[in-house]
């Protein structure tokens, strides 16, 4: 048993680094995820995408994001650490060996996650440089302030001796709904692609070009996962290194009862499971387990989870047929919603005060994130392209921008779209 206060501040930094560690698989499975539901004829710009923009949105996030994000309480064996980026670029000023260094680097693979989950929304009609555009505003300015105000804004409103701190160990609401909502937006923006309605407001099935990455991709983001969140409740939840345990198990049991809950609804809706679907409950589980990792038991991990399954499955089909948002990768089901049901089901299963606290997180998303992005975005739009051209999207982005394809030995390209 370790007892020197040194050695057992070293040793959980060690452990919230190894965590951190495992947060880039996450990304490797979301970006498998994103290029696997798409078409074929845009795989190598999903993925090339997917690399750029987490390029951008690192290196503008450590550039000056973190040092606008500002205080940040984070927490190494019990010893909370507030710490203030008084040089903001390129982290001077920043101990190297303090856990605000630690907050950074995680902070940096969060808002890469963020940053990919509207590439899944708009895959196949959205512009590289107007991604990489829209990343900046996203990691330089939505992710920090969103952060900042939601760690801070129930103490500046006298309210957190009544309701407690904002829950959100794992990020369901500052990763993830925070990039779903941007999915959203900018789905709305750029409208369905061509050819996914018809006259008559039907939507058409197009099918996903390689399952195999899709469900390879969940299995990485399950890893991916188990280090953000154990990382995030280290740093932002009070939770000793032991602690850790538990949030394994509820990552994990999130995501099973998800999954299979998505399965068992498809199954009776559809006749047959399916596999799209059921990997967007996998990973509807992983989102919504997020927020309460550290704190809800197994048993309401899992129910959390078995929510999360059963919402993104009709929510998927809200979206596709009665709100007219093209989203082929469900990007907006499993973020944003399932993002938003993670922070209100720690409330709920914790108690009143706490689920009132959850409510103002929700209450900024939606309040403030949303319609910022939305404006940002569409301000952004006049100035850059955000959808490729007409004959870009029958070409498919990996010629008309990249100027070869991902399969060019097997690729043959037709013409899938309804003129009108």
Known sequence: ????????YQLSFLIALIFILLVPFALAGLTLINTGLGRCRSAAHAMTSSLIVIGVAIVVYLVFGFGFQGYRLV???????????????????VPWESPLCLA???GMLSVALASLVPLGATAERWQLRAACGSTVFLAGFTYPIFVRWT?????SLGLRAAFGDILDAGGSGSIQALGGLTALSLSCLLGPRRGKYSDQGLPAAIPAHNAVFVLFGCMLAWVGWLGLNAAGAMLYAEMQPEGSVLVLINTTFSACA????????T???FRKPDASLIANGWMAGLVASS?????????????????????????????EFRLKVDDPCGSVSVHAVCGIWGLLAVGIFTSASQFMAQLVGVAMLLGFVFPMTYFLN???????PYRVSVDGERQGLDLHELGADAYPEFVVHTDEFIQR
């Open 378 to 384: 569409w301000l952004l739009s006049r100035l850059i």
């Open 75 to 93: 927490t190494i064996w019990g010893a909370p650490y507030a710490g203030l980026v008084l040089r903001p670029y390129f982290l001077r000023g």
């Open 291 to 319: 927020a309460g990792c550290a704190t809800l038991k197994p048993a309401t991990a899992m129910l959390t989870g078995l929510v999360a399954g059963a919402l993104v499955v009709f929510s998927v089909e809200f979206l």
């Open 258 to 265: 998800a999954a299979l809950t998505s399965a068992a609804v």
């Open 151 to 155: 760690s801070g804004l129930l103490v």
């Open 104 to 106: 950074g680097t995680l």
């Open 1 to 8: 048993m370790i007892s020197d206060p040194v050695q057992l």
């Open 267 to 269: 199954r009776v809706r």
